[in-house]
T-cell receptor, first 109, second 114 residues
Framework: GQNIDQPTEMTATEGAIVQINCTYQ??????LFWYQQHAGEAPTFLSY??LDGLEEKGRFSSFLSRSKGYSYLLLKELQMKDSASYLC??????????WGAGTKLIIKP | DAMVIQNPRYQVTQFGKPVTLSCSQT?????MYWYQQKSSQAPKLLFH???????NEADTPDNFQSRRPNTSFCFLDIRSPGLGDAAMYLC?????????????FGDGTRLSIL
């Protein structure tokens, strides 16, 4: 079966750095997405990785290792508004998006 | 400006009473998706359209139907809602549905069943 694993919840301090991990087992791989979802709102696109390595976008970076079936989202200089769920999703060989259940990130002052 | 628009944001219906949720897009994207998302769970794909080509997920209940009369609009019909259908329903679009095209989501419709 297809599976995406992420921690259920993480807590971090304002101004700090946090890394949210995602491991996946899917039928094929056509890229990995990270989305941010605030409570009661729709997911918004953060990043896309299809090749191994680090993609940096401002305070957010995303890393991929295809051989390990592993990705992480790195958030720097955390702000209170970063409190949200972060969803990892993999595009499989049929171009279907397989979603993780999300990691709820709680930022404390 | 909102590019994927869902109406209404909140919908209340009675057990067994048909309800229709709507989605429109100004992106002219080929692919439109309907997801169901329950609290603290991953979005669950119900179906998607590639242009007029309808694709139903194997485990989507028959109670759920969809229509896409044109590129811009897509509807989700729930024929006889049960208590278990209370959820957030998300509409999303993507340009081609392939590779690096992210899905763009509407704000969702939160459906409550009385």
């Amino acid at each position: 079966g297809q599976n995406i694993d992420q921690p259920t919840e993480m807590t971090a301090t304002e101004g700090a750095i946090v890394q949210i991990n995602c491991t996946y087992q899917t039928s094929g791989f056509n890229g990995l997405f990270w989305y941010q979802q605030h409570a009661g709102e729709a997911p918004t696109f953060l990043s896309y990785n299809v090749l191994d390595g680090l993609e940096e976008k401002g305070r957010f970076s995303s890393f991929l290792s295809r051989s390990k079936g592993y990705s992480y989202l790195l958030l720097k200089e955390l702000q209170m508004k970063d409190s949200a769920s972060y969803l990892c999703a993999v595009l499989d060989s049929n171009y279907q998006l397989i979603w993780g259940a999300g990691t709820k990130l709680i930022i404390k002052p | 400006d909102a590019m994927v628009i869902q109406n209404p944001r909140y919908q209340v219906t009675q057990f067994g009473k048909p309800v229709t949720l709507s989605c429109s897009q100004t992106l002219n994207h080929n692919v439109m998706y309907w997801y169901q998302q329950k609290s603290s769970q991953a979005p669950k794909l119900l179906f998607h359209y590639y242009d007029k080509d309808f694709n139903n997920e194997a485990d989507t209940p028959d109670n759920f139907q969809s229509r896409r009369p044109n590129t811009s609009f897509c509807f989700l019909d729930i024929r006889s809602p049960g208590l278990g259908d209370a959820a957030m329903y998300l509409c999303a679009t993507s340009r081609t549905g392939e590779s690096n095209q992210p899905q763009h989501f509407g704000d969702g419709t939160r459906l409550s069943i009385l």
